[in-house]
Nanobody
Framework: QVQLVESGGGLVQAGGSLRLSCAASGLPFSSYDMGWFRQVPGKEREFVAAITWSGSSTFYVDSVKGRFTISRDNTKNTVYLQMSSLKPEDTAVYYC?????????????????????WGQGTQVTVSS
């Protein structure tokens, strides 16, 4: 049974930092590209960042470039999202997702329909 479990969310002041983790089990993690998405009530789930199976390529939505960093440790079956200079508009539930590896572009990774496995999410709240 495949599980993706996010952790690391919480309440932080604007300008602060958080590191989210997503621990995967039940799948050959190093064969999967991974993505982070976020969602606020009443809005569609939004792409945040993605990383290819090897970690050689990363992709970001423009609004987080320079502030967020996605990384992975295939020995620990974990993908991370380091978030810095947080803003109130970053407040959302953050989800990780997994899709079998392939050489794809940003538009592919940004589409929620292309991910097969999803975690349950972790809340990030940024106060002003």
């Amino acid at each position: 049974q495949v599980q993706l479990v996010e952790s690391g969310g919480g309440l932080v002041q604007a300008g602060g930092s958080l590191r989210l983790s997503c621990a995967a089990s039940g799948l050959p993690f190093s064969s999967y590209d991974m993505g982070w998405f976020r969602q606020v009530p009443g809005k569609e789930r939004e792409f945040v960042a993605a990383i290819t199976w090897s970690g050689s390529s990363t992709f970001y939505v423009d609004s987080v470039k320079g502030r967020f960093t996605i990384s992975r440790d295939n020995t620990k079956n974990t993908v991370y999202l380091q978030m810095s200079s947080l803003k109130p508009e970053d407040t959302a539930v953050y989800y990780c997702a997994a899709e079998f590896k392939g050489d794809r572009g940003k538009n592919y990774y940004a589409d929620t329909r292309n991910y097969y496995y999803w975690g349950q999410g972790t809340q990030v709240t940024v106060s002003s």
